[in-house]
């Protein structure tokens, strides 16, 4: 019970903290704004902890934070085989062939209107679409291991790469066209001198989309087959012998990877299209 | 008018790829089955048997249409058979996660505006969980649940909860947020109190992002409760369907599930934005 | 010095829209003489910058004849016969200014080493030495719109057409720059398109204005500026300024213009 009340006073104290902090003199500071929600995400860490100990819940149902952390670092070296089969075989290759594939067809399909008018809205309805519902079928046709994950994760992240690209492609204004034409630029001066350029706040936001999208289309085409390794097949194994500590040990890798990914494509971003106002800041 | 030839067009050829390929990926198993009865094929007899196999590596469209229509039109609506029957499982998971997070999530964005301390706190967070692929949560939620008891629709709804949440959160706070200062100091030199500024200005300003957020909400909850349906034993829903056909090679039931998800996510997109396109008009927002 | 290097003659320029076709040009004849600096003025909707876009082979006309440099407008772009400014500076902002203007001389091939003395120059004479390494955003409208014009004079065109290349900027920049474009063109012996809608601005840079009338678009009046070429700010003051500006005020008037 100590346990619980402790969380309690924890929590309390922290918000008493935070709200000095945000309401505060320096809350536009940097230090400001990392220190709030960091000590948002401790104070949740805590109460975690404090109420799982403290009313005795089962490991069976929710393990503590501290559990988690001793079978995450007990279990490095499965960790790390999950991580490569899953996120670098499976949600990398897919995503760079996926993407590729995406800004090609875009650049292909850029010189007919036809085409373009026919793509893409059917482009934007299948990005709608549950895609992830695939995998069974590419599961069969491509086998047990990362091949089919990898094929899964382009099928999920062409439609979203190719939409944002097209729109991209056609962000310069008519003006900067018009400036082109008066240099008696041809077709792909004009494409890798201007166009492309200005599609690089787009082609990212794809991009970025993409993470995510390729991480989760690897973890659950995992379910539905997988050779003994992968994040995903741990995760529904595990979860089957209810050993939920590995499952959340699981769950944080995932979680790092992703944000991780994420901050990497960002991070390019912010060095590609440094000129975006989006990006002065 | 000149969108539909375009479309048309490539929806057609789309069509006849696959066809194209359905006779390319199954002719392996037709030579295959006559060169052990000892016959020699025609081209026709192949293409023949291609588009009309029991497992096929991949299915003609029409026989994905045929076993369409036997589970739709002519099962009945209660029988296990029935695609309208998982159909509406997993449509009900998905709408009543759609509801809880829906609401969760404009509640926390109201919050959010409000609340400095709450802003500061929560929101990296929200925007950082949309780069995690929570959906790997998925299994455990919904084995827990079932340990202590919880089962049916509920703990699939919570999947689509979640995932519907945070676009949500993010997208309602930005809508909240949009309107610029200078509408904000109009309604100040009109003494208007924080919730008339609220309802007249911030709310209104903020219907398209939340419908845009809407849009993806309800996808990702559908694709919740989907996966929200594997980890059970493939009992009932969509997911269920895909999950046992991909366990006994039934291709063509993975594919009728497959249209028949898509045709589900298609129509409750296009119900939100038949929504979004009448509030707007009501607001005098539509473009 | 009266060589002509622009000759427009019967000029018709219809567009089609969806409300149904609109006269943009109608029997438009004018000469642009070597060394000129030629405004076209008139409100919107007059053709003033549909025909320098035709000039500039933009847009294509729908009657009657025009030849620029004694070619039609598409082989004059070929030789590079033009630069052109826009209403808007237009850089882009992924490329410094240096990168800006080396960029026609890139898609034109001229050599490295003659970009960079290309870009040196043009920096010079349009009073930005030293600003080549910033990027578009961290200059002022002013300067911004000053760079543009070095882009349009890197590759050394004879003809500078202008549109509204000041019109976005406060009337103090805009007579800054009025006096360093007449310095420029003093220099360069440039001749020069510009479109407006401001008759002091008009009547301070011209040799000759173009006042023109909307619906359809067509010539009101040519005058023939009196003025000296040498000309300090302090002309605007001049009974001579005075009279040029009231006849071009008459001529917009004539054009019913307002209504």
Request: aromatic fraction near 8%; hydrophobic fraction near 50%; charged fraction near 15%.
């Amino acid at each position: 019970m100590n346990l619980v009340i402790g969380a309690l006073v924890f929590w309390g104290a922290a918000w008493w903290v935070n709200l000095r902090i945000a309401n505060g003199r320096g809350r536009d500071t940097r230090a400001a704004r990392l220190a709030v929600p960091v000590l948002f995400g401790l104070t949740l860490l805590v109460l975690w902890e404090g109420l799982v100990r403290g009313l005795n819940v089962p490991g069976v149902i929710l393990p503590p934070p501290s559990a988690i952390a001793t079978r995450f670092a007990a279990s490095l070296p499965i960790l790390w085989v999950d991580f490569v089969q899953t996120f670098v075989k499976g949600a990398l290759s897919g995503y760079v062939i996926g993407c590729g594939a995406a800004v090609a067809t875009a650049i292909i399909i850029d010189r007919s209107p036809f085409l373009q008018r026919g793509l893409l809205p059917v482009g934007n309805f299948i990005a709608a679409l549950p895609v992830i519902g695939i995998a069974p079928i590419l599961v069969m046709w491509f086998g047990f291991d990362w091949q089919s994950k990898a094929a899964v994760v382009v099928v999920m992240v062409f439609f979203p790469m190719l939409v944002n690209t097209v729109q991209g492609l056609a962000a310069s204004t008519a003006m900067q066209r018009d400036l082109m034409q008066t240099y008696s630029a041809n077709y792909w001066q004009t494409l890798l001198k201007l166009r492309l350029p200005a599609a690089m706040p787009f082609v990212f936001n794809g991009l970025k989309i993409s993470t995510t999208l390729a991480l989760i289309g690897a973890i659950v085409a995992e379910f539905f087959g997988s050779p003994i390794k992968g994040m995903g097949f741990r995760i529904s194994t595990e979860v089957g012998r209810l050993s939920l500590d590995m499952v959340w040990a699981e769950i944080a890798v995932a979680a790092l990877a992703g944000s991780a990914f994420y901050g990497l494509v960002a991070a390019i971003e912010k060095g590609v299209t440094f000129w975006h106002p989006s990006q002065r800041g | 008018m000149n969108r539909i030839l375009p479309v048309l067009t490539v929806v057609v050829a789309l069509i006849v790829l696959w066809y194209l390929g359905a006779v390319a990926m199954n002719a392996q198993w037709t030579r295959d089955q006559a060169a052990r009865a000892g016959q020699e094929l025609s081209f026709t007899g192949i293409v023949a048997d291609t588009l009309s196999q029991d497992r096929p590596k991949l299915p003609a469209p029409h026989q994905v249409a045929a076993e369409l229509w036997q589970t739709t039109v002519q099962k009945s609506i209660t029988s296990k058979r029935s695609l309208v029957y998982h159909g509406w499982v997993t449509l009900s998971a998905t709408l009543l996660g759609f509801a809880i997070g829906t609401g969760a999530g404009i509640l926390l964005a109201v919050g959010i505006v409000h609340n400095r301390a709450m802003d500061m706190s929560v929101m990296p967070w929200a925007i950082a969980s949309q780069t995690i692929p929570i959906l790997a949560i998925a299994p455990m939620i919904i084995v827990v649940l079932n340990s202590i008891g919880i089962q049916g629709v509920l703990p699939k709804a919570i999947i689509s909860a979640y995932l519907s949440f945070f676009p949500v959160v993010v997208g309602m706070v930005k809508g909240l947020r949009s309107p610029d200062a200078m509408q904000l100091d109009l309604l100040k030199t009109y003494g208007a109190s924080g919730g008339e500024t609220f309802r007249k200005l911030r709310l209104p300003s903020s219907m398209p992002y939340l419908f845009t957020s809407l849009k993806v909400g309800i996808a990702a909850s559908l694709v919740g409760a989907i996966v929200g349906e594997l980890p059970t034993g493939a009992v009932r829903g969509l997911g269920a369907r895909l999950l046992s056909g991909s366990y006994y090679g039934q291709t063509v039931q993975i594919w009728a599930a497959l249209i028949a998800a898509a045709a589900l996510a298609a129509a409750l997109v296009g119900v939100v934005g038949l929504i979004q396109r009448a509030t707007l008009k009501r607001m005098g927002m539509e473009r | 010095m009266t060589e002509p290097v622009i000759t427009a003659e019967k000029l018709d320029l219809t567009f089609q829209t969806n409300d149904g076709p609109v006269q943009a040009l109608r029997d438009v004849n004018l000469t642009i003489n070597k060394g000129d600096f030629v405004s076209f003025i008139g409100p919107s909707g007059c053709g003033k910058t549909t025909f320098l876009r035709v000039i500039a082979a933009l847009e294509h006309p729908t009657g009657g004849h025009i030849t620029v440099n004694g070619m039609t407008p598409d082989e004059a772009r070929q030789s590079r016969a033009y630069g052109y400014v826009f209403q808007a500076a237009g850089l882009y902002p992924w490329r410094t200014i240096a990168g800006n203007i080396k960029l026609p001389l890139e898609i034109m091939g001229f050599p490295k080493a003659e970009q960079e003395e290309r870009v040196k120059n043009v920096l010079q004479l349009v009073d930005l030495e030293g600003f080549g390494k910033k990027y578009p955003w961290q200059l002022s409208g002013g300067m911004q719109q000053r760079a543009s014009i070095a882009r349009a004079l890197a590759f050394d065109a004879d003809i500078l057409l202008m549109d509204e290349p000041f019109g976005a900027l406060d009337e103090i920049v805009r007579d800054h720059l009025n006096e360093q474009l007449l310095a420029l063109w003093a220099r360069t012996q440039k001749t020069i398109g510009f479109v407006t809608h401001s008759i002091p601005e008009a009547v301070y840079l011209s040799t000759k204005i173009v006042v023109m009338s909307p619906r359809p678009g067509r010539i009101a009046d040519v005058i023939e500026s009196p003025l000296p070429r040498e000309r300090p700010l302090e002309i605007r003051d001049t009974p001579e300024f005075i009279a040029v500006a009231h006849r071009v005020r008459e001529g917009l008037r004539a054009g019913h213009s307002y209504d």
